[in-house]
Nanobody
């Protein structure tokens, strides 16, 4: 089992920045991908950014150049630095970790960007 706990969400004005953190614990040795997803009201959950244990990253087109995902070599922390935030970035952000067998999710943290 893997447990994930997010923090760092909040209310920010458009153009501002936030940094989300995710503490990962449990059977982390089997994790091969970690990342961030988000779900806005009335919309499906979507991938925001992922990072593999090898350090390869992938971003949604809507956040490229504004968001940066990073993690520790120990796979116990994952971050999402969000710059130049837009109102359309408003959503609940979820930390996720995947092994070859399972996907694990945090409880989510609310990010609200005001115009």
């Amino acid at each position: 089992q893997v447990q994930l706990v997010e923090s760092g969400g909040g209310l920010v004005q458009a153009g501002g920045s936030l940094r989300l953190s995710c503490v990962v614990s449990g059977s982390i040795f089997g994790i091969n991908v970690m990342g961030w997803y988000r779900q806005a009201p009335g919309k499906q959950r979507e991938m925001v950014a992922t990072i593999t244990t090898g350090g390869n990253t992938n971003y949604a087109d809507s956040v490229k150049g504004r968001f940066t995902v990073s993690g520790t070599d120990a796979k116990d922390l994952v971050y999402l630095q969000m710059n130049s935030l837009k109102p359309e970035d408003t959503a609940v952000y979820y930390c996720a970790a995947s092994t070859f067998r399972n996907d694990y999710w945090g409880q989510g943290t609310q990010v609200t960007v005001s115009s």
